[in-house]
């Protein structure tokens, strides 16, 4: 992750504060929801439209800032005009993670879906190879030697629609890998556009954080009025920090802790290696004992990680750094009362829901280090989901969950701004991007 300098930083607190955020408050700008439940796929729209709205009033304010440029009696108005650029950039990069983190999704779910659809082709590859090499040993038996075989009639009716049904089955063993192998090649060329998607992204995503160097570079004023309020802003938080901090040690044997500083990404890269080599010996144990024929119950996790609030596809905020701090989780926002689902079968270790403040808040109220209502479950072999900021908790502590189960509501308790989920996914007690882990329609 590329270090922000100081004035960065400082901009980070500042919209924070234009947004009515916390420094570590789970928080997030409220967007028109987004559903697309019916293809259960992302939809970008309302990412293109805000960012070309953004960027035609950041262009109109560069004309207000190049306008007052060489007229002295208008520094005021120069100076309004840069500080509005400045919420736009900010909320312009805030609009970028979002959509990056939505991009990040659709590129991990498509590659899953390429790898399954790879051992679907060579699978059947090998069963079609061993079919001709059975018809190789046991002959060719053509139409011809089936009538001379033949015994009466009969049985040439009955032999010779034996070896019609076994041509139309390797036939459609034969469309069945052709069309495979196209759908195989079409997710290919989508994985790669969006591939060029996310880099183009996070270019705009550079470009718009120098641009932020340089408007306060630009500003005294606002460099002044920033650096106020970050002060204001770590004073506030102080409490939360140790809320926090108390909360983590008192869940110490599930959750490991995370407040914001410089190892953070490092220990988050660790545990993905880590989490990423136990899945794929999970996934093999799985695989093969389906291949023996062992039926697998649905209570039983297969670490396949699902949207936890289908229909409701847009993500707000992602795992990173985030207004001076180091967010470890992905917040999706919703109307209250929206079902929220268990990601992957499991058993709940621990519930809160002692949470009476449900709305949004620019401080915590104390409950649930930060979570207010929320639901722990344990999926085995050390991956634990994390369900924060409920309105109700449909489930109790040792209940066995299945994937995709109703298992609370959304809303605003604890430290958030408004209705939304805030979803971990944790490895060892480290948490992971849940952006690399969850699939759409799969």
Not at 275 to 300: C, K, V
Not at 323 to 337: A, L
Not at 410 to 439: C, K, W
């Amino acid at each position: 992750m590329v270090k922000m300098k100081f004035c960065k930083r400082v901009a980070a607190f500042a919209a924070a504060v234009a947004l009515g955020f916390g420094l570590f408050s789970d928080s997030f700008t409220q967007p028109a929801i987004i559903t697309k439940a019916e293809s259960g796929s992302f939809d970008i729209t309302s990412y293109a439209d805000r960012l070309k709205e953004i960027s035609e009033e950041q262009a109109r304010l560069d004309d207000e800032i190049k306008a007052a440029e060489d007229d002295i009696e208008k520094e005021q108005e120069k100076q309004e005009a840069i500080l509005k650029k400045i919420d736009s950039v900010n909320e312009k990069i805030e609009v970028l993670n979002s959509y990056m983190t939505q991009l990040e999704i659709e590129i991990n779910t498509n590659k899953r879906l390429i790898s399954d659809k790879k051992e679907e082709i060579d699978q059947g590859i090998d069963d079609f190879m061993q079919r001709l090499r059975a018809l190789y040993l046991a002959g060719d038996e053509s139409y011809t030697n089936v009538i001379l075989n033949s015994s009466d009639f009969y049985d040439v009716l009955m032999r010779m629609e034996l070896v019609k049904r076994v041509a139309e089955h390797d036939n459609q063993m034969i469309d069945d890998l052709v069309a495979a192998k196209e759908e195989y090649e079409a997710a290919l060329a989508e994985l790669e556009e969006q591939q060029e998607e996310y880099d183009a992204q996070y270019e705009e995503l550079e470009s718009q954080r120098e641009e932020l160097d340089e408007l306060y570079e630009s500003s005294e004023e606002a460099q002044r009025k920033l650096e106020e309020q970050m002060l204001e802003l770590e004073q506030q938080n102080l409490a939360y920090i140790e809320e926090r901090q108390q909360f983590e040690t008192d869940l110490s044997d599930i959750l490991k802790s995370s407040y914001g500083n410089s190892s953070d990404e490092t220990l988050r890269q660790a545990a993905e290696l880590s989490a990423n080599a136990a899945l794929e010996l999970l996934h093999d144990s799985i695989d093969q004992r389906i291949e023996d024929g062992e039926e697998i119950s649905e209570d039983e996790c297969l670490y396949n990680f699902t949207w936890p609030v289908p229909g409701n596809y847009y993500v707000s905020s992602g795992v990173g750094e985030r207004w001076g701090s180091y967010h470890n989780g992905m917040d999706i926002p919703g109307s209250k009362g929206t079902d929220v689902c268990a990601t992957e079968s499991g058993k709940v270790i621990r519930i809160n829901t002692t949470c009476p403040h449900d709305y949004g808040k620019s401080a915590s109220c104390g409950c649930g280090g930060g979570y207010g209502n929320f639901i722990i479950i344990d999926h085995g072999n050390e991956f634990i989901s994390l369900y924060g900021h409920l309105t109700s908790v449909d489930v109790s502590v040792g209940d066995t969950i299945t994937k995709g189960e109703v298992i609370g509501h959304m809303g605003s308790t604890g430290y958030s701004t408004g209705d939304h989920l805030h979803f971990e996914i944790r490895y060892q007690g480290y948490y992971l991007n849940p952006a690399a882990y969850v699939s759409i329609g799969l």
